[in-house]
Each structure stands twice: as structure tokens, then as C-alpha cells.
């Protein structure tokens, strides 16, 4: 197939995180598989407007805010070739393919921003935008299949009016990683984010300041860069904590692993996640992570009591986490958990799965195509083609269902109790979080 990925970002922006790198391991995916595949995004210092990445053809140009009307142009006049799907990748903002093009679309959606609007913009911007997202584009895209990162967001989707049967949960995969070093020898924490607002590193520094007297020697390694870096160094200062700090920045591979391996306990304060790879690679290494519960995908990335804890304020992640700071067995057997199910999740999973979405929404279109060469007997719409067409998903809901939940079967299964974490008790949101 001829592919089109339409992306505000690319994985080298330096403002890439995990979404950059899921859509990243999806495209080489596919020209692995033979698809030829184009990404169409933004532009950036350094980046030339044309270049081929591990065969993938990337097209670049216009700025994070007017990539959507530029890249939708191209679209629409055909300087991006002919694709037979298109990918719109919604990061809160549609691109509108829909306008631009006749061939079959499919949606990708990390996350709802009901809750990041606020967070990242100002109050009348975040109007729009939410706007923007739950009630125009779910229209516009009426009848497209989705894919949703995680059962979390599929479910969001739902609420917005997408229907259910249209979206696929297509998980986020996790490269091999060989042994990287021991863990540190002193109390550590480690976070691995992006620095925007929104992923509010701050209660990360709070969490810090109110449990180093009681630990010396605690630590906290920020992994990662963002514009909003100077705003997290003036927090730890005010906080007390700029000794105790590291913020490492941008890192290569081998050493935001080796990073991530000393640390004893994985935090992710982040307000929303689509899913949360980074509690997935920090689970690599055997680091149990503590986020909140409310925040989306991470009740989907963190079994609850398992391979990490869930909680819902700033006074939970406190203190759960000095709860695994001073409980080695229960941190060491939740890093253990952590590490056999990180185990299941891999990139070729992930490109293979999101194929089968792509291929199914061609085979759509196919049937539309021959519906509209042949006469048709309107009589009998209710139960004939256009009747099967109104429902068209490319299987049975059943057999999206049975994919969506292949990784989470084993999350279901029985386990043996893990030890016990004292002085923690009221974690994530809604029913049992240990069921998940």
C-alpha cells in the first residue's frame, strides 16, 4: 500500500516524545512489510524540507501551528502523490484529511485532551481546541475506523460519540534492551517525560522535598528536555531540592537506559497519557512506576499493585512512593512483574496490527467502489449491501475485540499476591484498579 502519515511532529523534532516514536516504529513497520510510506510534518531547525529515514520519505514544512492548513493543501493538490490511506494523527487537533482527499482515512488518537487544553494553552484557545476535538471532529470523521493506543483511550473515544466498533486498540511496542548496569546504590527516583506543563514534572520535585530528610542521599533523574525546562529548575530551587536533582536532557538510547536502570522507583505525575511508554521501558529494567490513576492510560500501562501503584492526588504519589522506597520486597517484586509483562509488547506487533487496520479500511472503500458500479435494489436497503456497508468494520466487533484485549489477556489471568505495601491503601480511580 501507499501510505500517508499526516503528523504535527516527527521523532527527530526535539520536541518528539512518545507518540513521535510510536508513529516512527509504525512506518518502518510497514515499509519493512513492503508498503511504500510518507510522513508529512512540520519543520524544524536543522531538519531538511525532504529526506528518506530508514526508507521512509519524510515531508516537511510550516511550523506546529500551521502544518495542519499547509500539510491538508498538499493533500488536497496532490503534491503528496496519490496514497491509498491516509493516517491523520490527532494530537488534540485534526489535520481534516477528510476535506483533502478521496481515499479511506484512519485516525490515530494517543489520548483525549479534555483535561491538557487548559493545562497548555490559555482559556479561550483551549475553548476552541476542545471544541475542535469533541464535537467537530468526530463528526468530520464519521464512518473512518480509529486506532486508539490503549483500552483508555478507546473508551474516551466512545464518549465523544466515535463509534466503539470502529476503534482498534493497537499498543505501543518496546525495543530490545540488553543489561545496562546496576541499580543505584542510594534511594533514587527517575522520571522519564517530556518537560512540558502538562506532564507536571513540579510533583515530582514536591514528592522529592518532602521525603529527602527522612532518606539521605535520595535523588531524582529527569530524563528528557523540553521548553518548559527553566520553569522545573526555578520549582527545585524554590523547593530546596537543586542539589538533589539531575536533568539530564535529551540522551541517547544506551543512556536514557542506563538511566532508567538505576533508578528504584519510575514516577509519571503526568496529568494525561495515551498509554505511558515510559512506564513500560522504565518496567524493562524492573522499576515499578507510581502515577496517577486518573491521568488515562496509565491505569492501562500500571497494574495497580503489581507492577507499580495508582493513586489520585500529589499526597497518594508521596506517599506510595516512600512506601516503595522502604519496602524492598514489594519494590523488587513489582519490578519483577513489571519486567515479564514489558516482555509482551513489541514494535513488529505494533506495525503488524496497525496493517491490519489500514488494509481493512481499503478493503472499505473496495466495497463502497463496487457498491456504487452495480444497480442496487432500494427496496431492501435495511438488509442488503448498503445495509452491511452502514455497519462495514472488516470483521466482526468480536474479532476487533479478541486483538485489542491478545496483550491484556494474560493481565487477566490469576497471579499470585504480591507482597503487601504498607501505609498504602486508596489507589487509581473507579472499581478495582488491581482487576486491570
Same mark, same amino acid.
Given at each position: 500500500?501507499?501510505?500517508?502519515?499526516?503528523?504535527?511532529?516527527?521523532?527527530?523534532?526535539?520536541?518528539?516524545?512518545?507518540?513521535?516514536?510510536?508513529?516512527?516504529?509504525?512506518?518502518?513497520?510497514?515499509?519493512?512489510?513492503?508498503?511504500?510510506?510518507?510522513?508529512?510534518?512540520?519543520?524544524?531547525?536543522?531538519?531538511?524540507?525532504?529526506?528518506?529515514?530508514?526508507?521512509?520519505?519524510?515531508?516537511?514544512?510550516?511550523?506546529?501551528?500551521?502544518?495542519?492548513?499547509?500539510?491538508?493543501?498538499?493533500?488536497?493538490?496532490?503534491?503528496?502523490?496519490?496514497?491509498?490511506?491516509?493516517?491523520?494523527?490527532?494530537?488534540?487537533?485534526?489535520?481534516?484529511?477528510?476535506?483533502?482527499?478521496? @481515499?479511506?482515512?484512519?485516525?490515530?488518537?494517543?489520548?483525549?485532551?479534555?483535561?491538557?487544553?487548559?493545562?497548555?494553552?490559555?482559556?479561550?484557545?483551549?475553548?476552541?481546541?476542545?471544541?475542535?476535538?469533541?464535537?467537530?471532529?468526530?463528526?468530520?470523521?464519521? +464512518?473512518?475506523?480509529?486506532?486508539?493506543?490503549?483500552?483508555?483511550?478507546?473508551?474516551?473515544?466512545?464518549?465523544?460519540?466515535?463509534?466503539?466498533?470502529?476503534?482498534?486498540?493497537?499498543?505501543?511496542?518496546?525495543?530490545?534492551?540488553?543489561?545496562?548496569?546496576?541499580?543505584?546504590?542510594?534511594?533514587?527516583? &527517575?522520571?522519564?517525560?517530556?518537560? &512540558?506543563?502538562?506532564?507536571?514534572?513540579?510533583?515530582?520535585?514536591?514528592?522529592? #522535598?518532602?521525603?529527602?530528610?527522612?532518606?539521605?542521599?535520595?535523588?531524582?533523574?529527569?530524563?528528557?528536555? +523540553?521548553?518548559? @525546562?527553566?520553569?522545573?529548575?526555578?520549582?527545585?530551587?524554590?523547593?530546596?531540592?537543586?542539589?538533589?536533582?539531575?536533568?539530564?536532557?535529551?540522551?541517547?538510547?544506551?543512556?536514557? =537506559?542506563?538511566?532508567?536502570?538505576?533508578?528504584?522507583?519510575?514516577?509519571?505525575?503526568?496529568?494525561?497519557? +495515551?498509554?505511558?511508554? #515510559?512506564?513500560?521501558?522504565?518496567?524493562?529494567?524492573?522499576?515499578?512506576?507510581?502515577?496517577?490513576?486518573?491521568?488515562?492510560?496509565?491505569?492501562?500501562?500500571?497494574?495497580?499493585?503489581?507492577?507499580?501503584?495508582?493513586?489520585?492526588?500529589?499526597?497518594?504519589?508521596?506517599?506510595?512512593?516512600?512506601?516503595?522506597?522502604?519496602?524492598?520486597?514489594?519494590?523488587?517484586?513489582?519490578?519483577?512483574?513489571?519486567?515479564?509483562?514489558?516482555?509482551?509488547?513489541?514494535?513488529?506487533?505494533?506495525?503488524?496490527?496497525?496493517?491490519?487496520?489500514?488494509?481493512?479500511?481499503?478493503?472499505?472503500?473496495?466495497?463502497?467502489?463496487?457498491? =456504487?458500479?452495480?444497480?442496487?435494489?432500494?427496496?431492501?436497503?435495511?438488509?442488503?449491501?448498503?445495509?452491511?456497508?452502514?455497519?462495514?468494520?472488516?470483521?466482526?466487533?468480536?474479532?476487533?475485540?479478541?486483538?485489542?484485549?491478545?496483550?491484556?489477556?494474560?493481565?487477566?489471568?490469576?497471579?499470585?499476591?504480591?507482597?503487601?505495601?504498607?501505609? &498504602?491503601?486508596?489507589?487509581?480511580?473507579?472499581?478495582?484498579?488491581?482487576?486491570?
Amino acid at each position: 500500500m501507499r501510505v500517508l502519515l499526516l503528523s504535527w511532529r516527527d521523532l527527530g523534532n526535539p520536541l518528539g516524545g512518545g507518540s513521535e516514536r510510536y508513529l516512527h516504529r509504525v512506518a518502518t513497520g510497514l515499509v519493512a512489510g513492503g508498503d511504500q510510506v510518507t510522513v508529512r510534518t512540520a519543520g524544524y531547525a536543522g531538519a531538511p524540507a525532504r529526506e528518506v529515514v530508514d526508507g521512509v520519505r519524510y515531508v516537511r514544512g510550516g511550523t506546529p501551528d500551521t502544518v495542519f492548513p499547509t500539510a491538508l493543501a498538499d493533500l488536497a493538490t496532490g503534491r503528496l502523490g496519490r496514497p491509498d490511506v491516509v493516517v491523520d494523527c490527532q494530537n488534540g487537533m485534526p489535520f481534516g484529511s477528510r476535506l483533502g482527499t478521496r @481515499a479511506p482515512v484512519v485516525v490515530l488518537v494517543h489520548h483525549v485532551h479534555r483535561e491538557q487544553w487548559p493545562v497548555a494553552t490559555g482559556p479561550v484557545v483551549a475553548r476552541v481546541g476542545w471544541a475542535v476535538e469533541s464535537r467537530i471532529a468526530p463528526r468530520l470523521y464519521r +464512518g473512518c475506523r480509529y486506532v486508539a493506543v490503549s483500552p483508555s483511550t478507546r473508551r474516551e473515544l466512545g464518549t465523544l460519540g466515535v463509534p466503539l466498533d470502529r476503534i482498534t486498540v493497537v499498543h505501543n511496542g518496546l525495543d530490545a534492551v540488553a543489561a545496562t548496569g546496576p541499580r543505584s546504590a542510594h534511594p533514587s527516583l &527517575v522520571l522519564l517525560s517530556r518537560l &512540558v506543563p502538562h506532564k507536571q514534572v513540579e510533583h515530582a520535585l514536591t514528592v522529592l #522535598a518532602r521525603l529527602r530528610a527522612a532518606r539521605p542521599g535520595l535523588t531524582l533523574t529527569v530524563i528528557g528536555d +523540553g521548553w518548559w @525546562a527553566p520553569q522545573v529548575r526555578a520549582a527545585a530551587a524554590e523547593l530546596g531540592v537543586a542539589d538533589a536533582l539531575r536533568l539530564v536532557g535529551h540522551v541517547d538510547e544506551a543512556t536514557k =537506559h542506563r538511566l532508567l536502570a538505576e533508578g528504584w522507583v519510575h514516577l509519571c505525575p503526568s496529568v494525561k497519557e +495515551g498509554w505511558g511508554l #515510559a512506564i513500560l521501558e522504565a518496567a524493562q529494567h524492573g522499576v515499578p512506576t507510581v502515577a496517577y490513576g486518573t491521568a488515562g492510560g496509565t491505569a492501562d500501562s500500571v497494574l495497580h499493585g503489581r507492577t507499580g501503584l495508582l493513586v489520585s492526588d500529589l499526597d497518594g504519589l508521596t506517599a506510595a512512593t516512600a512506601a516503595l522506597l522502604d519496602d524492598p520486597a514489594a519494590r523488587a517484586a513489582m519490578g519483577t512483574a513489571a519486567a515479564a509483562r514489558a516482555a509482551g509488547f513489541t514494535w513488529a506487533d505494533t506495525a503488524r496490527e496497525f496493517r491490519a487496520v489500514l488494509a481493512a479500511a481499503v478493503r472499505d472503500r473496495s466495497a463502497v467502489a463496487v457498491l =456504487h458500479q452495480r444497480p442496487v435494489d432500494r427496496r431492501g436497503v435495511g438488509g442488503g449491501l448498503l445495509g452491511q456497508l452502514d455497519h462495514a468494520g472488516g470483521g466482526t466487533p468480536g474479532d476487533r475485540k479478541s486483538q485489542d484485549e491478545r496483550k491484556s489477556h494474560s493481565d487477566q489471568s490469576p497471579h499470585r499476591p504480591l507482597p503487601t505495601v504498607s501505609g &498504602v491503601t486508596r489507589m487509581g480511580a473507579g472499581g478495582d484498579p488491581t482487576s486491570r
